[in-house]
Every structure is written in structure tokens, then in C-alpha cells.
């Protein structure tokens, strides 16, 4: 990353104010100050956030928005966290061409 002035990019970078990049297909890439964190987020031509990326003291928080989010790899998606949630409005579909395995203290079903 170039600095304005043009010259090399050395030590810590302080962001004081937004700054904008216009992608194709109408996107924006903006960054900005947020409080004490950083936001990074691309938006869509109206203006919807597709993906937002808030750099915290705690940590990194990720959001996607899409009318369709779709995640592919060769090995494996691995989840690790305190509580994992999902909420579908219509069906749920869980398919495995191997054995599924539940584990818990209590499993809850219906």
C-alpha cells in the first residue's frame, strides 16, 4: 500500500477519516474509523452492505450478507467457537455420504 505523497509505506498507519475505492459493477470498498475500532465494507451499488469487516480490540468480527453465501473446500470447514447458531425461514437439508455423528451432554430433538 502507497501512502498519497508516494513514497514507501513504513511503521503504523493511523486512519483519521473514511476513505472510498469505487469497484466495478457499481461497489464500493470503503474504510473507516468506527470508535476505537476500523470498518472495512464493501457495499453494493444501492448502498447495501455485502461485506463488512470490524477490527476490534477483541478481535476480528466478519459479517456477509448475500442472497446466497456458499463455502467449498478440498479438505475440510472447521468451527470453533462458544455457541453456534442457525435459523432457516423454510427448509434445512444436512447430507453426508459418510457417517453423521451428534455429540452433546443433552441432544434435543423437536
Sequence with gaps: MEPRSGGRLEGTVILMTQEMLNLRHGRTLTVEPAGGDELLEVRD???VVELRVKLTDDGVVLQLEGARISLKAT???DVECRTFTVN?????????KGDV???GKLIHLN
Design 88 to 96: 432457516a425461514n423454510a427448509d434445512m437439508h444436512l447430507q453426508a
Design 45 to 47: 451499488a444501492s448502498g
Design 101 to 103: 455423528h451428534v455429540d
Design 75 to 77: 479438505e475440510s470447514v
